[in-house]
C-alpha cells in the first residue's frame, strides 16, 4: 500500500447512525461511511427489534392472533389486520356484510391520513422546522380523534373480527367525520403553502432522487414509488373490498421527480384524495348489519385446513400477508411482508454521495417503519448475527 | 472610594445581567411556543433548567481530554459574562476606556473557540463533527461581525471606545444607523450574523438535533453543560445590546440616568431579539452548512463593501 | 425543600428510547409535545443526548438485541434519574409474552419508577407519568 492510499483510509470515518438516535424512533442502525462529509457507503442493520411475532401467531389461537397482527406496527395497525381477516375469510369462505367493508375501507383511509400527516411533521423535524412539525400535529390530533369516536382507541383500533366490523358509524358520527376532515382539508392547505416555503424546498428539492429505472429494479412500493413515476398502487392494480367498485371517487397521485420534495408532496396529494374518497364512501353507505350473527370462538373453530395470500396497500405501500390455517382453531404459517422491506434498500442509492446533513430526511421521506420490517428480516439478513444470540433462548423454547 | 463603588457596582452587575439573559432566553421560547400554538415553558424555565443541571452527576467520558473538558465551559462562561459586564458598566457608570470593543470582539470569538475545543476533546464523533462544522460557522459570521465592528469605528471618528460611540449618536441626536446610509447597510449585516452566533433554527447547524445529536455539547453533563448554555444565552444577549448601542441607540435618554438607560436599551434589545432570534427560528428550515457559508461570504461580503464604497464617498 | 429538588421538579428532560415498540407509543410520546397536550409547559424537552436526561421514557418490551444497549443507556444518564415505562408491553411484555427473544420486561433487570399502562396510553397518561416520576427527585 503507498503513502497516499493510507492517507486516504484515515481520512474515512465510519458514522454508526443509530440504534439509538434522534432522529430515528425506532433502533435501526445506519453505518454511514464518510470521506470529507460525504457519504460514500451505507450499511442498514434491522434486527434490533425483532419480537417473534411470526413465531408467536403460529402458537396462539386465530382470536388472539386477530389482535397480535394488530400489534406488529402502530401506524398501519388497521391495515395490517385487514389483511390478516382477508386472508381468514378467504379460507373460511365467508362473505362479511357490505356496511363492514365499508367501514374498513373508511378506517384504512382515516389511518392512512394521519400516517401520512405524521410523516409531514417527522420531515420537518428533521430539517429543524418545528413549527410545520408543530401544526401537521395538530391537524393529526383530529383525525385521531375521529378514529377514538368510531373505535374508542387512538392508535389500535381492533376494529376488525372475521366476518365483519365491531363498531359502527351511526349518522351523528357520519356528519361529524364530513365537519372534521373539511378542517383537516383547510390545514392541509396551509401545510402545503409552507412547503413551497424556499428553505424548505432548498432541503428537500433534489435530495435523494431515485430515478424510476432504479426504483423498479429494487421493486419499491407505495408512495416511495410513485414518487419515481411508477404507477404502483394496490388499491388500483389489484383492487380488493369496497375500492372494487369505488376506483372513480380517487385519482392515483404519480409525481416524475424522485426526489424528497415529490415523495413528500404525494403525501399531501394522497390525503386530499383520502378525504374525498371517505366522503364518497360516507354518503354511499348501505344499510346493512355491520357483521354476521355468529360469535367468533365459534367461527375459527370452523375454519378449515388453507391458504391464502392477502395484499392491500397500507400507508406505506403494499403489504401482504400469507396465512396457512391448521384446521384447529390455528396458524401454521403466518409469513408477512411490509412495505418497508423493499423500500428500505433504495436509501443506500438515495444516500449515496450526499452529505451527512440529508441522513435524517432521506431517511424518513420513504417513511420507515422498522417495527414492521423486523419480523421479516430474521430469516434472511440477520440471520448470522440473531441466530448466535438467540441459540440459547430457542433451544429452550423449542 | 469611588472606585471602590464602582467595582461594587460591576460586580453586582453580574448576576443581575445572567438573570436578564436568562429571563430573554425564556421570553424567547415562550413566544416560539405561542407562534406554534402551544402554552408554552413558564418564563423562569431557563433558570430551573441552569439551576438542575448545576445539581446533577458530572460525568466525564474516558475518551475525553480530561483536564480541557472541564477547563472549557468554565473559560466560556467567564469570557461571555466579562464581555456582557462591559456594555452594561458603561451605560451604569459612564466606565470609558479606549479600546473596549476590540475587547469584547476578542471574548466572542473565545466564547466560540471553547465550544468548538469542547467538541473536540469530548471524543466523540457526533462531537467531531459538530466541532468541524462549528469551526465553519465561525469563519462564516465572525468575519462579517468583525467587519462592522470596524465600519462602526470607522464612521464614529476613528473610536474604538462603546461610550464615544454612544456621545457621537447623543450629539448628532440621531442612531448611528440612521445617520450614515453605510452604517445602515453595516446594521443590516450585524443583525443577519446574529442568529448564527445565537445557534437558532436556519444556522443551528453545530447542535443539529437531528443530524448531529447535540454536536460539541453531546458528552457533556451537569454543571458544565449548563454553562455552555449559560455563555451562549449570555452572548446572544450581548450581540443584541450590541447592536443596539452601535446602530440604534435611544438617543433621548441622557446617558447620566444611570438604570434607566440600561432597561430601556434592554427592551430595545429583547424587540431586536424578537425580530432577529425568534422569528427565523420559527419560519425557517435548517440550512446545510455549505448553503450558510455561501449565504455569509456572498451576502454580507457584498453589504459590507458596499457599505465600505458608501464610507469611502464619504456618506 | 431545597432549591435544587424545586428546580428539578420543574425541569424534567427527557430521553425516548425504543426496546421493540410497535410505534404506537412513540408516537403518542411525540405527540404529548405537540400543541395539544404541550408536555413543554411542564418544562419537558426531548432531548438528544442520554447525558442530558433526567427521565427515561422506555417503549416496547426488550429484545435481546435491545437488551444490552438499554443497560448502557441506562448507566450513561447521570444522576439523578428515573425511568417511566410507557405502554403495556413496557410494563409487562403485552402481547409479546412468550417470545423466545423477548427478554422483558425492563423492571427484570433494570429498576423502572413508573409504570404507564395502555396499549398504547394516551399522551395524558404519559404526561401524567413522567409528572409522577418527578416525585423521586423531590
Known sequence: MDARNIDYEYSRLILPVGPVHPSLKEPVNLSVTVVNEEIVDVNVKLNYIYRGIEYLAERRNIAQTIYLVERICGLCSQA?????????????????????????????????????????????????????????????????????KISGKRVHHDLNTIGGVRFDIDEDLRRLIIKELKYVKRNLDYISEVLEDATVENRLREVGVLPSKIAEELSVVGPTARGSGLTKDVRFNRSYSVYRDYKNSFKIVVLKDGDCLARVKIRVLEVYESISLIETLLDNMPDTPIRIGERIL???????????????????????????????????????????????????????????????????????????????TVTDAAKNKTIIVNLENLRRRM | ?????????????????????????????????????????????????????????????????????????????????????????????????????????????????????????????????????AIVMMLAYEIPLLACFIMVAVKSGLTLGLYNIIMVQIESRQPLAFIYPSIALTAAVF????????????????????????????????????????????????????????????????????????????????????????????????????????????????????????????? | ???????????????????????????????????????ERFGCMLVASIRHADILLLTGPVTTQMHERLLRVYEQMPEPKAVVAVGSCAVSGGVYTGSPVVDGPADKFMPVDVYVAGCPPRPEAIVKGILEALRKFR
Open chain 3, 1 to 39: 425543600m431545597n432549591i435544587t429538588g424545586k428546580a428539578r421538579l420543574k425541569s424534567p428532560w427527557l430521553f425516548h428510547l425504543n426496546t421493540g415498540s410497535c410505534n404506537g407509543c412513540d408516537i403518542e410520546i411525540l405527540a404529548a409535545l405537540t400543541p395539544r397536550y404541550d408536555a
Open chain 1, 298 to 376: 365459534k367461527i375459527i373453530k370452523r375454519i378449515p385446513v388453507g391458504e391464502a395470500i392477502s395484499i392491500v396497500e397500507a400507508p406505506r405501500g403494499q403489504l401482504a400477508h400469507y396465512v396457512y390455517t391448521n384446521g384447529g382453531e390455528g396458524l401454521k404459517r403466518l409469513s408477512v411482508r411490509t412495505p418497508t422491506i423493499p423500500n428500505i434498500t433504495a436509501v443506500k442509492y438515495m444516500l449515496m454521495h450526499r452529505q451527512i446533513a440529508d441522513i435524517p430526511v432521506v431517511f424518513s421521506s420513504i417513511d420507515p417503519c422498522i417495527s414492521c420490517a423486523n419480523r421479516v
Open chain 1, 80 to 148: 395490517h389486520s385487514l389483511t390478516f381477516i382477508q386472508a381468514l375469510e378467504e379460507i373460511a369462505n365467508i362473505q362479511p356484510p357490505e356496511r363492514a367493508e365499508f367501514i374498513r375501507v373508511i378506517c384504512a383511509e382515516l389511518e392512512r391520513i394521519h400516517s401520512h400527516m405524521l410523516l409531514l411533521g417527522v420531515v420537518a423535524y428533521d430539517i429543524g422546522l418545528d413549527t410545520l412539525f408543530m401544526y401537521a400535529f395538530k391537524s393529526r390530533e383530529t383525525v385521531m380523534d375521529l378514529l377514538e
Open chain 2, 1 to 133: 472610594m469611588v472606585e471602590l463603588i464602582e467595582v461594587a457596582a460591576i460586580l453586582a452587575a453580574i448576576p443581575l445581567l445572567i438573570l436578564v439573559s436568562l429571563l430573554a432566553e425564556g421570553l424567547d421560547r415562550k413566544i416560539y411556543a405561542r407562534m406554534q400554538g402551544r402554552i408554552g415553558p413558564p418564563i423562569l424555565q431557563p433558570l430551573y433548567d441552569l439551576i438542575k443541571l448545576a445539581g446533577k452527576e458530572r460525568i466525564i467520558p474516558v475518551t475525553a481530554k480530561r483536564n480541557i473538558f472541564i477547563i472549557a465551559p468554565y473559560i466560556a462562561f467567564l469570557f461571555s459574562i466579562s464581555a456582557l459586564v462591559i456594555p452594561a458598566v458603561t451605560l451604569i457608570s459612564n466606565l470609558n476606556f479606549t479600546g473596549d470593543l476590540i475587547l469584547i470582539a476578542y471574548m466572542m470569538v473565545t466564547v466560540t473557540l471553547m465550544y468548538i475545543i469542547g467538541g473536540a476533546v469530548s471524543g466523540n464523533p457526533y462531537s467531531s463533527i459538530g466541532m468541524s462544522r
Open chain 2, 191 to 315: 443583525l443577519l450574523c446574529t442568529p448564527a452566533a445565537a445557534e437558532v433554527q436556519p444556522f443551528d447547524i453545530p447542535v443539529a438535533k437531528t443530524e448531529i445529536i447535540h454536536g460539541p455539547l453531546t458528552e457533556y453533563t451537569g454543571l458544565y453543560l449548563a454553562l455552555f448554555k449559560l455563555a451562549k444565552s449570555n452572548q446572544t444577549l450581548l450581540l443584541n445590546i450590541l447592536s443596539v448601542i452601535l446602530f440604534f441607540y435611544p438617543v433621548f435618554t441622557p446617558l447620566n440616568s444611570n438604570l434607566l438607560n440600561l432597561i430601556i436599551v434592554l427592551t430595545i434589545a429583547l424587540i431586536i431579539r424578537f425580530f432577529t432570534v425568534t422569528i427565523p427560528r420559527a419560519v425557517f428550515a435548517r440550512l446545510r452548512v455549505t448553503e450558510a457559508l455561501k449565504l455569509y461570504w456572498i451576502t454580507a461580503s457584498i453589504l459590507i463593501l458596499s457599505a465600505a464604497i458608501l464610507t469611502g464617498l464619504g456618506v
